[in-house]
């Protein structure tokens, strides 16, 4: 049996994984820089007087098979629109996943209202329908699930519990990107589908986000939160309280050059992502995402939930053993469910106040975050090895990693 590099053997791999423009591996050419150079020469550089933005916004909507697209700086902006839009405001809580980004949690705080964690499934790390059903408060205005990793949340049962107690579903899809769900795509099924542009996500202006809606009135809405509130149509009016979230040309440009990219990028991506979970579903121990009738995910990264007791080694030990074989990752992905961060368990919002998760009339009790509130998101994530995922690898690369993965395998399981 080879020995691990980690215990003296000989790596898998030394060549470093592909990337493209050196370290951002992402697919950024002569079209982005064609777009930005025209920016720049006609001095537009604010989407008010430039069209690229407007016409990122037209293509990604089209693309998207829905009536509006509005863009923004971020994800986060993008999550803070839709909360906007469909007016969570203070004495409201927000249905969420525990294990995201803190980009989904933020804009909740930030429009007075309270984040409750739903748990998760453990074999996709996304909230439960069952344990969303068991949060809902006389309090609750939405529901934010959160595609992780590109794997689709089961929506059917969101949308019904959605629909049977009047609530809004707002979906966080900045890992998702053409990821389906029984014919369609994540971002289309909710009220509202949220997107992030940011550098590693599967394309990318630097940072940028996107907002997309049906609804021709949350549309109004959200575009009028992204612009200060402003009716550009009336002279000097603010008919709502709103942010400066309007994304730039400059970035307009890139994601509008990015956009043709983005189904290739996908497919590519759950092509290896494929091959490499016909690998490891052979290794005990390992879980990758599990493979769902109708559901397709779009990797943003590729997860394996590690059963560490089966091996006897710590997360660390396993990720590192991992990682001297040649293959990047990373152990416990945000490392504790979002709730055990400092701004919500210690409370540390708007200063003293600690509103809205305490001193908050509207809402009129303290909210309390501890561990234990969502058993099985803490457990996952301290059995988690994220594997970075790139449309540039090529199936050798990916066959490295299986490879890898299989030699630590084997050890731990012959030295348990
Ligand atoms: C699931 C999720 N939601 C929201 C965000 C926030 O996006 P951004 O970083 O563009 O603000 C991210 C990105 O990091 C994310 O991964």
Request: hydrophobic share 40%; aromatic share 10%; proline share 6%.
């Amino acid at each position: 049996m080879p020995l691990p590099a980690k215990y003296g053997g000989k790596p898998v791999r030394t060549k470093p994984f592909p990337t493209v423009n050196d370290i951002s591996g992402r697919a950024i050419g002569d079209a982005e820089i064609k777009e930005v150079l025209e920016v720049l020469k006609s001095g537009k550089l604010n989407r008010v007087y430039g069209d690229k933005v407007r016409s990122f916004e037209a293509k990604f909507a089209e693309f998207m098979g829905v009536k509006h697209a509005i863009a923004s700086t971020s994800g986060t902006a993008a999550i803070h629109i839709a909360l906007g839009a469909i007016g969570v405001s203070p004495g409201h809580d927000v249905i969420t996943a525990p294990i995201t980004d803190m980009g989904t949690i933020i804009p909740i705080l930030f429009q007075g209202a309270i984040p409750l964690f739903a748990d998760v499934t453990e074999d996709t790390f996304n909230i439960d329908p069952r344990y969303v059903e068991k949060r809902i408060t006389n309090k609750t205005h939405a529901i934010v699930p959160v595609h992780l990793f590109g794997m689709p949340v089961d929506m059917d049962p969101i949308m019904e519990i959605a629909e049977k107690y009047g609530l809004y579903v707002i979906e966080d899809c900045a890992q998702a990107y053409l990821a389906e769900y029984k014919g369609k795509v994540v971002g289309t099924i909710g009220h509202m589908g949220c997107f992030s542009l940011q550098q590693s996500k599967h394309i990318t202006a630097g940072d940028g986000g996107v907002t997309i809606t049906n609804d021709d009135e949350l549309a109004r809405r959200a575009a009028l939160f992204a612009d200060k509130g402003w009716d550009r149509k009336r002279g000097r009016e603010y008919v709502m309280l709103g942010l400066n979230y309007r994304m730039t040309e400059l970035q307009g440009a890139v994601a509008l050059a990015q956009l043709p990219k983005l189904k290739w990028i996908v497919e590519k991506r759950r092509k290896l992502a494929e091959r490499l979970t016909e690998q490891i579903e052979e290794l005990e121990g390992l879980n990758p995402l599990p493979r769902i009738r109708g559901v397709k995910p779009s990797y943003w990264q590729y997860p394996i939930r590690v059963e560490l007791d089966r091996f006897k080694v710590t997360l660390d030990e396993f990720a590192e053993a991992l990682k001297a074989e040649g293959i990047p990752c990373g152990a416990g992905y945000i490392g504790e469910p979002l709730y055990l961060k400092k701004p919500l368990k210690e409370r540390k919002t708007f200063m003293k106040t600690s509103f809205p998760l305490a001193n908050n009339p509207f809402y009129g009790r303290n909210v309390e975050y501890y561990e234990g509130l969502c058993p099985t998101a803490e457990r996952v994530l301290r059995q988690l090895v994220v594997i970075p995922w790139n449309e540039f690898y090529t199936k050798d690369d990916v066959d490295d990693i299986a490879e890898a993965l299989r030699k630590i395998v084997n050890y731990y399981t012959s030295h348990r």
